[in-house]
C-alpha cells in the first residue's frame, strides 16, 4: 500500500495485531519508528492508541524467605554465590570475583563484572563508579570461600538456574539473585543504616532506585500490620458464642452466631 494512503485505521490495526504478542514498550519503539519514517517521507500523523504500560510486581524476599533459601543451599557450591548476594552485590559483580579480591582481613574488593558480550563472557568495569567498593564479610563465609577454593566457577545461566531449584525445594516463589541485592537496601535500613551507608555499601550511584526499594518495603509491611489489626477488631466483634441475646428484641431466646478467626545467624 502506497504510503500516502496509509490513515490512523490502518496503523492502529497493526499496533493491535503485534500487541497481542509484544510487551508494551516493544510496541511503543515499533510505534516511534513507523512514525519516523513516515514523518520523514511527508505522511500525515497517524496518533493512535498505544498498549498501557503494565506497572512491574515489585516483590522484595522477607528475612524468613532468605532464612529459607539458605537453608537449602548450604552446603552447595552455589551457597557462596547467594550470601554475597544477601551483602547487596549484583550477579555480575559475583561472576568477576576472583580469590585474590579476597584480603586476608576478610575484605573484599568489587572493582569488576562479568556480562555477556558478543563472543562470550567478558570482564568490564563495574556498572558504574559507586559500584567500585569495598565489603568487609564476616569470617565464617570468608573461611567458605577460602575452603572453597574460589567464589564461584560457574555460568550466569547455571547460577539462575540453581537459585530456582533452590526456591522451589524451599516452597518459595521465584525470584532472581538480584532480588536478594533489594533485600538487602530493605533490611539494612531496617536495622537502622542512613541512606548513605547504604547506598556506599550497595554501590548505588544514587539513591533513587535503593529508596524505592525499601519505601515499598515498608509500604507492604504497612499494609500487612494494618489488615491484621483489621482482621484482629473483626474477630473480636464476630466472635463466636454459645451465649444467647436476651434483648427484648430477639425474645430473650435467639442464638447469636457469627464468624471468627530475623535472618538467622547462619
Known amino acids: 500500500m502506497p504510503l500516502h494512503k496509509i490513515d490512523r485505521t490502518h496503523v ?23 512514525s519516523a519514517v513516515m514523518n520523514f517521507y511527508g505522511c500525515r500523523e497517524c496518533p493512535v492508541t498505544l498498549p498501557q504500560a503494565v ?7 522477607s528475612k524468613e524467605d532468605v532464612t529459607r533459601l539458605l537453608k537449602v543451599a ?48 567478558l570482564i568490564k568495569t563495574t556498572k ?22 574460589c567464589i564461584y566457577d560457574g555460568g550466569a545461566t ?25 533485600f538487602f537496601a530493605s533490611y539494612m535500613h ?27 518495603a515498608m509500604e507492604m509491611d504497612e499494609a500487612k500490620e494494618n489488615m491484621s489489626r483489621s482482621l484482629s477488631q473483626l474477630a473480636t466483634i464476630c466472635h463466636v458464642t454459645n451465649e444467647k441475646d436476651t434483648s427484648p428484641d430477639n425474645g430473650g431466646s435467639i442464638p447469636r452466631h457469627s464468624v471468627t478467626n530475623a535472618v538467622s545467624d547462619s
Do not use: C
Open 12 to 34: 492502529q490495526k497493526v499496533v493491535n495485531d503485534y500487541s497481542a504478542d509484544h510487551s508494551p514498550k516493544t510496541v511503543k519503539n515499533q510505534y516511534g519508528l513507523v
Open 55 to 61: 506497572k512491574p510486581s515489585v516483590y522484595i524476599p
Open 74 to 121: 548450604s552446603g552447595s557450591k552455589f551457597e557462596v554465590s547467594l550470601r554475597l548476594g544477601i551483602y547487596g552485590l549484583r550477579r555480575s559483580e559475583i561472576l568477576a570475583l576472583t580469590l585474590d579480591d579476597l584480603s586476608p582481613d576478610n575484605t573484599l574488593t568489587i572493582n569488576k563484572a562479568l556480562v555477556e558480550g558478543v563472543g562470550g563472557s
Open 128 to 149: 558504574t563508579t559507586a559500584s567500585t567498593r569495598t565489603v568487609k564479610l564476616d569470617p565464617d563465609l570468608a573461611d567458605l570461600i577460602r575452603q572453597q577454593g
Open 158 to 182: 547455571r547460577l539462575s538456574m540453581a537459585v530456582a531449584t533452590f526456591e522451589e525445594a524451599a516452597g518459595l516463589p521465584h525470584f532472581p539473585l538480584h532480588k536478594l541485592r533489594h
Open 190 to 216: 531496617e536495622l537502622g543504616f542512613t541512606d548513605k551507608q547504604i547506598q556506599e555499601a550497595g554501590g548505588w550511584s544514587s539513591n533513587y532506585v535503593m529508596k524505592s526499594v525499601y519505601t515499598h
